[in-house]
């Protein structure tokens, strides 16, 4: 929801208190003292109120087509990742919560994981999922990355060169598997055989999530005149609000080069399906 509205340019403020909806789901938002529930209702909330589309590019049958796709990912594709991530590796889901700090005990924090891990199980095999093996789960994951993969191909984004609404869903997924599930069988999938999702899920994140650096993309910068010791992080923005007209606002003079959100130091568009991304590197100096 969270990348649809980014891609969408639409500010919003977001709220950590846990609140379910009405319908006891999440997201829900509020506009104009107004509370939609449910992804696809938002979106269609935001479309008619706002009167943003971000599948005005879409033919008929690319509608369907982006309908389906995004059925099997949030209907399917999604319950896979959630076994994944609650019951099969929910200790490491625990160790990687604690590492996040927060006010919440080791002891709470593992009730936490527990009683999770046995919501998921209930739902799961209420909706039908849950029933199967663990392997043949995993080989329903694996059936739904392999067809996410041969749909995107060598494309920009999923239905073509343009964003669609499908790309926010597919991102949101995906990158469960990109950085929340260290060693299990998605991410040893989508960073090696099915590489050009890792791609796809890296542009994405450069473009609309500016402020999220991960361990593994040189967030640490330096100078050629710097120290070892001298080397210091980016601070991470405030996760709170996001506006992107603000976010990608110049940060200073020094730079040489025309920075906009659809280019990396090199004047080179982060949109390009054959971005090298094991080769880029961020070349701006923290303050």
């Given amino acids: 929801m969270e990348t649809y509205l980014r891609m969408a340019d639409?500010?919003?403020?977001?709220?950590?208190?846990?609140?379910?909806?009405?319908?006891?789901?999440?997201?829900?938002?509020?506009?104009?003292?107004?509370?939609?529930?449910?992804?696809?209702f938002i979106i269609d909330f935001l479309e008619e109120k706002l009167g943003v589309n971000l599948n005005k590019n879409l033919g008929p049958h690319e509608r369907a087509v982006s309908r389906a796709v995004t059925k099997m990912v949030e209907d399917h594709f999604y319950w896979t990742l959630a076994y994944c991530q609650w019951v099969d590796n929910v200790n490491e889901t625990r160790k990687m919560l604690s590492l996040s700090g927060g006010p919440f005990s080791n002891l709470l924090r593992w009730v936490i994981c527990h009683v999770?891990?046995?919501?998921?199980?209930?739902?799961?095999?209420?909706?039908?999922?849950?029933?199967?093996?663990?392997?043949?789960?995993?080989?329903?994951?694996?059936?739904?990355?392999?067809?996410?993969?041969?749909?995107?191909?060598?494309?920009?984004?999923?239905?073509?060169?343009?964003?669609?609404?499908?790309?926010?869903?597919?991102?949101?997924?995906?990158?469960?598997?990109?950085?929340?599930?260290?060693?299990?069988?998605?991410?040893?999938?989508?960073?090696?055989?099915?590489?050009?999702?890792?791609?796809?899920?890296?542009?994405?994140?450069?473009?609309?999530?500016?402020?999220?650096?991960?361990?593994d993309d040189n967030t640490i910068y330096e100078s050629e005149e710097s120290s070892e010791g001298s080397k210091t992080h980016t601070p991470m923005l405030d996760f709170s609000f996001y506006s992107r007209t603000e976010t990608f606002e110049d940060e200073g003079a020094e730079n040489s080069f025309s920075r906009t959100p659809d280019t990396d130091f090199t004047g080179h568009s982060l949109f390009d399906s054959d971005v090298d991304m094991d080769d880029y590197t961020d070349h701006e100096q923290c303050k």
């Avoid at 846990?18 to 449910?38: C, D, F, H, R, T």
């Avoid at 984004?157 to 060693?183: C, E, N, R």
């Fill in 116 to 215: 999770t891990k046995g919501i998921v199980k209930r739902e799961m095999h209420g909706h039908g999922i849950g029933r199967f093996s663990e392997e043949e789960i995993y080989m329903l994951m694996e059936k739904d990355m392999r067809s996410l993969a041969g749909l995107l191909g060598d494309k920009k984004y999923i239905m073509g060169p343009k964003l669609s609404t499908l790309d926010a869903t597919v991102f949101g997924h995906l990158a469960q598997a990109m950085w929340t599930l260290p060693g299990t069988r998605p991410e040893r999938l989508i960073k090696g055989e099915l590489i050009n999702l890792a791609m796809y899920c890296e542009r994405i994140r450069r473009k609309f999530w500016p402020e999220w650096h991960h361990d």
């Fill in 10 to 40: 639409l500010p919003y403020q977001n709220y950590f208190g846990g609140k379910l909806s009405a319908q006891g789901k999440m997201p829900w938002i509020e506009y104009n003292n107004e509370k939609v529930s449910g992804t696809e």
